[in-house]
């Protein structure tokens, strides 16, 4: 390979969207193989998970990438989405609250992390670590699970609000303990 080819404008922009390609690809890979799982591990009568992988996924994503590049990973990450979604015959109105609850979750969380943490990593001291318990395990969860759970119910998802959300709550902050510090570290 000529030591020139590099120094081109064209060439650095290939070699750039290659790069930020590559990771952006495997979130949405991991994104569809963790809703496949999630899938599995189902509450029994409900379509409610006892893990919800996807949006621990996506969250890590977020957490490791500029806040600049979250679009690209929120993006790359609706067709897997829509895939799985469909597999279960989900109308389009569950898809969308599904959606929005995942990124919401995944979106509040990183940013609550990031905000109070500085920037830092999250897991490089033990005032990280709490931020991250007390941001992305509980905060983000109870928040946006209390909008999911009631469009779970008003799209008819869901029969009982209570149930809805108690466990997403507790799948998602399960998920995010299990799955987000491994994929960081």
Not at 50 to 65: D, N, R
Not at 127 to 151: E, K, N
Not at 160 to 178: I, Q
Request: glycine letters at 8%.
């Amino acid at each position: 390979i000529p030591k020139d080819l590099f120094k081109s404008r064209a060439a650095r922009s290939v070699v750039g969207l290659v790069c930020l390609a590559q990771p952006v690809l495997l979130v949405c890979l991991g994104y569809y193989a963790g809703a496949l799982i999630g899938k599995a591990l189902r509450f029994p009568g409900s379509h409610l998970s006892l893990v919800w992988p996807p949006t621990a996924i996506l969250l890590a994503a977020l957490l490791m990438s500029p806040p600049r590049k979250w679009w690209l990973y929120l993006v790359a990450v609706i067709p897997a989405h829509v895939l799985v979604q469909l597999q279960d015959s989900v109308p389009a109105w569950g898809i969308i609250s599904h959606l929005l609850g995942n990124f919401g979750q995944a979106v509040l969380a990183a940013y609550s992390v990031r905000h109070f943490n500085k920037g830092a990593p999250p897991f490089d001291s033990f005032r990280a670590v709490v931020i991250f318990m007390f941001g992305a395990v509980i905060f983000a969860p109870v928040v946006v699970s209390s909008m999911a759970a009631y469009l779970y119910v008003l799209s008819g998802w869901e029969q009982s609000y209570g149930y809805a959300w108690g466990a997403r709550v507790l799948s998602n902050a399960l998920s995010t303990l299990m799955i987000v510090p491994p994929i960081i570290l």
